[in-house]
Nanobody, 127 residues
């Protein structure tokens, strides 16, 4: 089992920044790729960003590319999502998730392949 706890959400004005953190516990963190997903009210969950076990490969949804940065610190069992230039359409509940595949591939965009999920953290961006 892997337990994931997100933090860092909140209310920010458009153009502002937030840094989300996701602390993992349980099994060996470096055995997992990690992803961030989000779900806005009335919408389906969508892929945001992912990172492989070493941090050497990252992937982003087109809607956040150039504004968001995913990173991880395996010594701290934590993955981060730095969000800059936030827009009202970024408003959502953000979830981190762990996938038991160390090497990067397009499968990282498939939420159904992730085994463990956090409880989510709310991000609200006002216009």
């Amino acid at each position: 089992q892997v337990q994931l706890v997100e933090s860092g959400g909140g209310l920010v004005q458009a153009g502002g920044s937030l840094r989300l953190s996701c602390a993992a516990s349980g099994r060996t963190f470096s055995n997992y790729g990690m992803g961030w997903f989000r779900q806005a009210p009335g919408k389906e969950r969508e892929f945001v960003a992912a990172i492989n076990w070493s941090g050497g490969n990252t992937d982003y949804a087109e809607s956040v590319k150039g504004r968001f940065t995913i990173s991880r610190d395996n010594a701290k069992d934590t993955v981060y999502l730095q969000m800059n230039s936030l827009k009202p359409e970024d408003t959502a509940v953000y979830f981190c998730a762990a996938i038991p595949i160390r090497d990067y591939g397009l499968w990282y965009r498939n939420g159904n392949l992730y085994h463990y999920w956090g409880q989510g953290t709310q991000v609200n961006v006002s216009s």
